[in-house]
């Protein structure tokens, strides 16, 4: 049995992690429009006005990512942190690399004294909301996700 290990990502890391977020996009249908390139991976990442934070999942490669967001205090002066990204290659998905990533989510996130973890499951993706559930996430039912697009948002504001 290979050593997994999972850690945070470093600048070298990028070639690898762009590769796992294009295979990402492509599996949730929206590689048309994927637009992160390494500089922008490297600066939203590691630049002074970090916007996220990166974790990856290595045995003989970087075989999975997890990209998290803190969120400013809510309702109950604590952070949100948002899991905006999981993903693991095919050939290592039921191995428990999920598992250890969305666990190092979950101690970063208490590391920033969040209250919550959030994210989002693509519709049709069973197998994600069974690992999630697995794992002792629910399925939030109080609210319903929004979005508006940049014509809508030109629109609305007044251009």
Same mark, same amino acid.
């Not at 048309?32 to 390494?38: L, S, T």
């Not at 209250?115 to 996430?137: I, K, S």
């Given at each position: 049995?290979?050593?997994?290990? *999972?850690? @945070?990502?470093?600048?070298e890391d990028?070639?690898?992690?762009?590769?796992?977020?294009?295979?990402?996009? !492509? /599996?949730?249908?929206? $590689?048309?429009?994927?637009?992160?390139?390494? %500089?922008? $991976? $490297?600066?939203?990442?590691?630049?002074?006005?970090?916007?996220?934070?990166?974790?990856?999942?290595?045995? %003989?490669? *970087?075989?999975?990512?997890? +990209?998290?967001?803190?969120?400013?205090?809510?309702?109950?002066?604590?952070?949100?942190?948002?899991?905006?990204? $999981?993903y693991?290659?095919? #050939? !290592?998905?039921?191995?428990?690399?999920?598992?250890?990533?969305?666990?190092? +989510?979950?101690?970063?996130?208490?590391?920033?004294?969040a209250?919550?973890l959030?994210?989002?499951?693509?519709? #049709?993706? %069973?197998?994600a909301?069974? /690992?999630?559930?697995?794992?002792g996430?629910?399925? @939030?039912?109080?609210?319903l996700?929004?979005r508006?697009?940049?014509?809508?948002?030109?629109?609305?504001? #007044?251009?």
């Amino acid at each position: 049995m290979r050593l997994l290990s *999972i850690r @945070e990502a470093r600048p070298e890391d990028v070639p690898a992690v762009l590769d796992l977020m294009r295979a990402l996009a !492509e /599996f949730e249908g929206y $590689l048309d429009d994927f637009a992160v390139d390494a %500089d922008a $991976l $490297l600066t939203r990442t590691f630049g002074a006005a970090a916007q996220c934070q990166v974790f990856v999942a290595e045995t %003989d490669a *970087i075989c999975g990512y997890a +990209v998290v967001r803190s969120l400013a205090f809510t309702f109950d002066l604590r952070p949100s942190v948002r899991l905006k990204e $999981l993903y693991v290659v095919q #050939g !290592e998905r039921g191995g428990g690399v999920g598992e250890q990533l969305l666990r190092r +989510v979950a101690q970063w996130a208490l590391e920033q004294g969040a209250g919550r973890l959030l994210w989002d499951v693509l519709v #049709g993706n %069973d197998a994600a909301e069974r /690992f999630y559930t697995r794992l002792g996430g629910r399925r @939030e039912s109080q609210w319903l996700a929004y979005r508006m697009d940049d014509r809508e948002l030109l629109r609305l504001a #007044g251009g």
